[in-house]
C-alpha cells in the first residue's frame, strides 16, 4: 500500500490552511490510507543555508517524513502573491526527497486575487524534481470559516475530491 503525507507550512498558530490539511489528514484516514501528520511549526526548522542546515535534526526529520511518503498534500499559505516562504524553504532544504512524488495542494488567502499562486511552487517541483501535480487544488478565503472552524461544505468537498485524487494518482502511478 502506498503511504501519504500531508504537511502543514503555516507558522500562524491560528493558520487556516493548517485546518484545511488536518480536513484532508482526517479524510485519507477515514480511507484507510498510510498517512502521517506533519507540522512544520513544531520544529525548529533552519533557513536553507546550502551548507549546515542540511545536518540539522528538523531538516532531517522532514526530508525522511517526504522520502517515506508516495503522495503529499502541502497545506500552505499564500503570502505576497506565492506560498508562504515556510513552504518554500521546506523544498530548499529537502529538494531532491521530493523526486517522483504525487503532489496536492491546498491554500489559505485572504482574497481571490491571488488564486494562481500556487503555480509557481507547483511548477518547480515538476520541473526539479519531475513531480506529478494533482490538476485540482483547494483554495479558501476566510469566508470559508467561521468560529475558527473550516464550515463552507464546498471546500470541506474540495478536499474530499482532492485527498481521493491524490491517492488515485498515487496508487495508479506508482503502483
Ligand atoms: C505576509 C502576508 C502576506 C500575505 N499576502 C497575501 C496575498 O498575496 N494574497 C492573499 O490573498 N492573501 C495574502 N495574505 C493573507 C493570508 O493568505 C491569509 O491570512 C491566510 O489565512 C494565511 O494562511 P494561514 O492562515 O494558513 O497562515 C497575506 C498574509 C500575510 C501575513
Redesign the pocket.
Known amino acids: 500500500m502506498r503511504k501519504y503525507l500531508v504537511v502543514s507550512t503555516?507558522?500562524?498558530p491560528?493558520?487556516?490552511?493548517?485546518k484545511m490539511g488536518r480536513a484532508a489528514y482526517g479524510v485519507l484516514t477515514e480511507k484507510k490510507a498510510p498517512c502521517e501528520w506533519l507540522d512544520l511549526c513544531e520544529l525548529d526548522l533552519p533557513l536553507c543555508d546550502a551548507a549546515q542546515c542540511y545536518e540539522h535534526p528538523a531538516t532531517q526529520k522532514v526530508n525522511a517524513a517526504i522520502q517515506n511518503a508516495d503522495g503529499i498534500i502541502v497545506?500552505a499559505?499564500?503570502?505576497?502573491?506565492d506560498v508562504?516562504a515556510s513552504a518554500k524553504n521546506m523544498i530548499e532544504l529537502t529538494g531532491s526527497a521530493w523526486e517522483d512524488k504525487i503532489v496536492g495542494f491546498l491554500c489559505?488567502?485572504?482574497?481571490m486575487?491571488?488564486y494562481m499562486?500556487v503555480m509557481a511552487y507547483a511548477n518547480s517541483l515538476m520541473l526539479d524534481f519531475r513531480c506529478v501535480i494533482i490538476p485540482r487544488f483547494v483554495y479558501a478565503?476566510?469566508s470559508a470559516f467561521a468560529d475558527g472552524e473550516l464550515k463552507d461544505p464546498k471546500v470541506v468537498e474540495r478536499i474530499g475530491h482532492v485527498s481521493a485524487e491524490l491517492v488515485r494518482f498515487t496508487e495508479a502511478l506508482r503502483g
Open positions: 503555516s507558522g500562524d491560528d493558520s487556516r490552511s493548517r497545506a499559505p499564500v503570502y505576497n502573491y508562504s489559505a488567502a485572504g482574497g486575487s491571488s499562486s478565503t476566510g
